[in-house]
């Protein structure tokens, strides 16, 4: 079973509007930490975002919120006011548990283009 | 913030060919991660390098093939030997900072012809 779902292939979202890229999980550990990342034509992974388990509030950075929801097992990245350099591939991943030199597992990507 | 440095950036190599892959870390790490990413898919891991041990590499990876070196806490290399074009795709090491979180070197992106 896939530990990481990203169900959206592509999206598009209008300049400066908002842009919510899904991702869901399976795990049975209760620590875990979720992760997203910004991947650009350059080919670099850019750290976006990260939210444990035991994290009571939402993680936010800048434009970027993580609307964690535990129970339903997801992880939805928020995107605010929209920019054209947001265009890029942004992946989803896990870390189980999320201390103790674990590796990441990655969903399979979500391409997102801002148009103008 | 810390700076990983992973070189080379990109080559073009010939198959039957070996490349090695450097990532250098301004600050000690305990675990350095390699990752695959054939070209239009997600990120595989190879394997881990802990220093001072030998890499474990994961289901599909042999260490003839992607042979690891770690000789030190900040420093790490990853060969891809005798390649051929199946091998084409992005290369990037991984480590962990501040609090769990972890980061990427900047990729090598390798074509074989």
């Known amino acids: 079973a896939q530990k990481i779902t990203q169900t959206q292939p592509g999206m598009f979202v209008q300049e400066k509007e908002a842009v919510t890229l899904d991702c869901t999980y399976d795990?049975?550990?209760?620590?875990?930490?979720l992760f997203w990342y910004k991947q650009p034509s350059s080919g670099e992974m850019i750290f976006l975002i990260y939210q444990g388990s035991y994290d009571q509030q939402n993680a936010t950075e800048g434009r970027y919120s993580l609307n964690f929801q535990k129970a339903r097992k997801s992880a939805n990245l928020v995107i605010s006011a929209s920019q054209l350099g947001d265009s890029a591939m942004y992946f989803c991943a896990m870390r189980e548990p999320y201390s103790g030199n674990t590796p990441l597992v990655f969903g399979k990507g979500t391409r997102l283009s801002v148009i103008a | 913030s810390a700076v990983i440095s992973q070189k080379p950036s990109r080559d073009i190599c010939q198959r039957g060919t070996s490349l090695t892959i450097q990532c250098q870390v301004d600050?000690?790490?305990?675990?350095m991660f390699w990752y695959r990413q054939q070209p239009g898919q997600s990120l595989t891991l190879i394997a881990t390098a802990n220093q001072g041990s030998e890499a474990t590499y994961e289901s599909g990876f042999v260490i003839d093939k992607f042979p690891i070196s770690r000789p030190n806490l900040t420093f790490s290399t990853l060969t891809v030997s005798n390649m051929s074009p199946e091998d084409s795709s992005i290369y990037l090491c991984s480590v962990e900072f501040f609090n769990e979180k972890l980061f990427f070197g900047s990729g090598t992106q390798l074509s074989v012809l």
């Open positions: 795990t049975s550990d209760p620590s875990y930490g």
């Open positions: 600050s000690q790490v305990t675990m």
